[in-house]
């Protein structure tokens, strides 16, 4: 059904408080087992470690971050009769903010006549747009280059954590106020949806590891409020070959059976998908919706000249999976290193490599990704 007139600003506040309501919407473990000194008491399981070496490996891949040093873009700008609501730029956060950074988008809607918008972008940026947009009335078509099987948010490592999204002392206290209030809604979110096996979200324990005292990152200093169980731990309560240990439990995101199912929310909705490629601006507004949502991420900085978006390219190399690993770490290693446990495979990271534009897995990478990775867990003590 098609929705027109203008909505109160009452309605449109309380579709836009209702983000979250949506909700409602084998390989071999290696024999080993805790010793008296390491039982985890959040699980009351025993540590596994996973076996990494080469022959392991199923696949390596690599995806472009589209980071910006002042943070995100959600804003809206006037083309003429074209109203355009950007939302892109979230660096390592995307499948993060999603939810919260979305809703920041169509909250830059209100005032606008409900009718039919088109979305530019269809990865989790895009889709998640597209679904509140439904929500709040809107007849939505997402207009994508690549099939969300295909687009960076797919190949992201999917933990929650709001990580690599700006950088301290260059972006303004404006947005990192818009960046928590993101992050909340975002958080909240993707904790109704975890009840729903078909969504892809668990809780899970999360190792941080250090050789040296380490500050926290951003997000778990200024946002403790969204993780649980949060405890650093002495050597004698870790298994871990390094001197410090950090624990907390969040949440894990399968990100191709997330995008899976919010593309099949989107088209329950009634909405459309078009697989088109815009060469400029003008394409882009040459669409016959007048209300356009750019989630385009790195396109963005072409069609839409925003010269502080750059690329961070990040590599992933994934293991046969051992349904026994039920942990993540993060750190222990001589440069990006993490692992997390995914449905049919494992998955370990990684890499930060700032402004490179090469989409080419890189030998030398996976080999550090390798070594860091199997230095940890063949040394883990049990």
Known sequence: MRITGKPSRRNVLKSLASVTAIASLGGCATAMTKSAGYARPLSRKPFVAPRISHDRIVRVITGLRPFRPQGFVVKREQFDDKTVIHNYGHGGGGITLSWGSSALAVRESMGMTIGEAAVVGGGIMGLTTARLLQDAGWQVTIYTRDVSRHATSNVGAGQWGPTSVFEEGVAS??????????????????????????????????????????EDSYYLRELPELFTSVAHLEPHEHPFPVPYVKRMVSMLIQPATFLRRIRDDFYLAGGKMVVRNFANRSEILSLGETAIFNCTGLGAKALFDDENLVPIKGQLVFMQPDPAIDYLTIGGGTGVTYMFPRRGEILLGGSYQLNDWTTHVEADVTDRIITDNKAIFDNMRV
């Open 173 to 214: 206290k404006a947005f990192e106020g818009q960046y928590k209030f993101a992050a909340r809604i975002a958080h909240h979110a993707f904790q109704n949806l975890s009840g729903n096996p078909n969504y892809g979200i668990s809780f899970a324990e999360n190792y941080f590891l250090g050789h040296e005292p380490q």
